[in-house]
């Protein structure tokens, strides 16, 4: 393969059925050598629990693992605990995320931002974990203004994070400018890629509107032709988001992350694809 490190990040499953299919996936992605597995996070002890076992697991059989921590929904006491639980266990990477805004009926917990969890890991535990963070090329779709997202970002560099993890794209243009903006207002950490594969339009296009990532017209209507043929959709989106990957690691980006949804043979096609 090209220099161009590779992550993968997972979901906590929630069946017996689900975890071995999961052990299943990271085998096929392994052989990859990735730099880390990360793994999601949700509010509430069941959620939070899987996510732990998750993350374990994988350290077990010898890879790094990042799990992510949400502050929404989080006390102190909670984050305190986790942390420490991970730093005896020896996990050395986090990623740091507000995560998805209860509704009424949970409580917002003692972090509004997650700037607040950044400042508190580093209080907590110094420089132990490499910190991870969210990063917005087309923008987060609560930001008021460009500039107000990225301001957002600045501030979770100065309160510690050490590299970030972007929102899916299929715009490669955005990321690059993205990246100069980021420069020009001081934002000087790795910011690597996520990539999302492409599974199914109805799929994509309800991450889509909840994320804010754009699916280019062209994009939208190549997909919606292929209709119930599953199959060469899928393939259409391999060739995209393969092209895609070529093109971030032409312009030398740190690494690629890739969202899996526990799945793997479409994104092994992917890098297979990028590695000729």
């Not at 299919?21 to 052989?31: F, I």
């Not at 508190?120 to 990063?135: K, L, N, P, Q």
């Not at 312009?251 to 694809?273: A, C, K």
Request: glycine content about 6%; hydrophobic content about 40%.
């Amino acid at each position: 393969m090209k220099t161009t490190a590779i992550s993968f990040e997972f979901f906590p499953p929630k069946t017996a059925d689900g975890i071995e299919k999961l052990r299943e996936t990271r085998a096929q992605l392994a052989k990859f050598n990735p730099e880390f597995f990360s793994v999601t996070f949700g509010a509430g002890g069941s959620t939070r629990d899987r996510t732990m076992d998750t993350v374990l697991e994988i350290q077990q059989e010898g890879f790094q693992a990042a799990p992510h921590i949400s502050c929404v929904s989080s006390s102190k006491e909670e984050i305190r605990e986790l942390l420490q639980t991970y730093q005896a266990r020896g996990i050395k990477r986090l990623v740091a995320l507000r995560g998805d805004v209860p509704s009424g009926e949970v409580s917002a917990g003692d972090f509004k931002y997650a700037v607040e969890l950044v400042e508190f890991i580093r209080a907590e535990t110094g420089s132990h974990f490499h910190i991870e963070v969210a990063a917005y090329p087309e923008f987060h779709p609560e930001a008021r203004t460009p500039a107000a997202d990225l301001l957002n970002l600045k501030r979770k560099v100065d309160a510690g994070a050490d590299s970030a993890i972007t929102q899916y794209f299929y715009n490669a243009d955005a990321y690059f400018r993205f990246i100069d903006q980021c420069a020009a207002t001081g934002i000087n950490i790795p910011i690597v890629p996520g990539i999302m594969p492409i599974y199914n339009i109805t799929q994509l296009a309800r991450f889509s509107s909840v994320c804010g990532a754009e699916i280019p017209r062209w994009l939208k209507m190549r997909l919606e032709e292929y209709g119930d043929d599953i199959e060469s959709l899928r393939a259409f989106g391999v060739d995209v988001v393969s092209e895609l990957c070529e093109t971030l690691q032409t312009w030398g980006v740190p690494s690629l992350h890739f969202y899996t949804l526990n799945r793997s043979t479409i994104i092994s096609n992917i890098i297979e694809n990028i590695s000729e």
